[in-house]
């Protein structure tokens, strides 16, 4: 069995940051200096989500929902740099080539889902 410490449970829900007038929630956490935030929104349909590269000090939108970003979380099973796929701008590419080591990662890791698959949208 394991321990949950709910101190630092509850300083995940509650921790935001302002950017660009902004008001950010955290929403998933790295551990590390990369972060994904949500603006909410009153509909929850419509909360945008802003990938944080802390490294930088970068803000990227993201063109995926809440619901899609669990949808792919769960697809991947933990495998990560699977975010820049989904960055409003589309001809992003990190200098370690997050998407295309993915894409790799992806399909021989967990043979059960295609590429192509978890990058499509259901809309």
Known sequence: MGNVKFSSTYDFVIRNIT???KRL?????????WKVY???TEDPDLH???????????????TITVA?????AALCRGLTNWHELFFEEKNYESDQGNRRRFRNELETVFSDVRFNDFIRIAT
């Open 19 to 21: 950017q660009q007038g």
């Open 25 to 33: 929630f955290l929403f998933d956490d790295f551990l590390d200096m």
């Open 38 to 40: 949500v603006e909410l």
């Open 48 to 62: 945008k989500l802003q990938f944080a590269n802390l490294y930088e000090g970068t803000f990227y939108p993201m």
């Open 68 to 72: 899609q970003h669990t949808e792919k």
